[in-house]
Every structure is written in C-alpha cells, then in structure tokens.
C-alpha cells in the first residue's frame, strides 16, 4: 500500500482509476469538485491541491447549474467525496446549489464546504443555515491556501466507498 499523502488520505496508485471528467470512470480514492466561476482562483486551488495532496482527482465546474448537472450524472456511478463551493457565481450562486444539494436526497449528506474569498459574517450565517458542512475564507497567500485546503481535506472529505 502507498504512504499516506499529507492530507492523511491513501494515494492513488493506479491512475488509470482517476476521473478525468463526467465519464462513468470512478476515482477509486479522492473525488473532489470544486464549483468556482474565477479561472484564476480555480488554478490557485488546483495547484495548491496538487502541492498539499498530489494524486487528488478534481473535476471543475464554473457555477451551480453545472455541479448539479455533473452531480446527476454521477448519481448512477459514485459521487463526490467533498464538494468546495464558492458563494459568488452566475447563473446559479452557492447559496442556490447548497439549497437544490441539502433538498435531493441523495445529495443532502455530501459534504460541502463553501471556499469563498468572503469573510462576511452573514454570508457565513447563510452557509451554516443552507447546511454547509463548514465556511471557508480563500486566504491571499498560497502557503496560507495550501495549508487551509490540507486542513479542510482532512476534516471534511468523506471516506472512500461510504455513501454520502
């Protein structure tokens, strides 16, 4: 078996089994979607990530039409372990995808994390009420992000194989 990785989870050893996309391919250890309509801060996230937790499969989305369109086609094969949501995005805003997730039933256990660069207290207010499992502020140094991501990771993203 591989060490574990610095976020305390196994590392993948077969990439083969890395989803890469919304194909019926499963990742056998780490399934992560991070819905964030910002390039930028997408880029910073996959790279911190790839920094605390080398071997993570991540799949982007842009706003929250498009993780829960990415949701209903995995609802047949395996879901997410975390989902990281920005609040601030168009078409559907995370406070509008957190509401649809906790109202489906097969989506109301995932844990989802909103990972917003606001530090507001009633945007946190808002998350907590919506049923977030946790609110995040984007910290502005990428050591910081990195360390908040591996710290997130290791609270919030479920085990392989449980079902949400």
């Given at each position: 078996?591989?060490?574990?990785?610095?976020?305390?989870?196994?590392?993948?050893?077969?990439?083969?089994?890395?989803?890469?996309?919304?194909?019926?391919?499963?990742?056998?250890?780490?399934?992560?979607?991070?819905?964030?309509?910002?390039?930028d801060d997408q880029f910073m996230i996959r790279r911190a990530l790839d920094?605390?937790?080398?071997?993570?499969?991540?799949?982007?989305?842009?706003?929250?039409?498009?993780?829960?369109?990415?949701?209903?086609?995995?609802?047949?094969?395996?879901?997410?372990?975390?989902?990281?949501?920005?609040?601030?995005?168009?078409?559907?805003?995370?406070?509008?995808?957190?509401?649809?997730?906790r109202a489906d039933p097969l989506f109301s256990a995932l844990s989802v994390?909103?990972?917003?660069?606001?530090?507001?207290?009633?945007?946190?207010?808002?998350?907590?009420?919506?049923?977030?499992?946790?609110?995040?502020?984007?910290?502005?140094?990428?050591?910081?992000?990195?360390?908040?991501?591996?710290?997130?990771?290791?609270?919030?993203?479920?085990?392989?194989?449980?079902?949400?």
């Amino acid at each position: 078996m591989a060490p574990p990785l610095p976020c305390g989870c196994a590392a993948v050893t077969d990439p083969t089994t890395v989803d890469h996309g919304m194909s019926d391919s499963k990742c056998e250890l780490h399934d992560v979607v991070l819905a964030d309509d910002d390039p930028d801060d997408q880029f910073m996230i996959r790279r911190a990530l790839d920094r605390c937790c080398p071997g993570l499969a991540l799949h982007g989305v842009r706003d929250g039409l498009e993780l829960m369109d990415y949701l209903q086609h995995r609802r047949h094969v395996e879901l997410p372990r975390l989902v990281l949501l920005d609040l601030n995005m168009p078409r559907m805003d995370g406070r509008e995808a957190l509401r649809a997730l906790r109202a489906d039933p097969l989506f109301s256990a995932l844990s989802v994390v909103v990972l917003t660069t606001s530090v507001e207290k009633g945007d946190r207010l808002c998350a907590v009420e919506l049923g977030a499992s946790a609110f995040v502020s984007k910290p502005d140094g990428f050591v910081e992000l990195c360390d908040t991501l591996q710290r997130t990771l290791k609270v919030w993203m479920r085990p392989t194989g449980v079902a949400p």
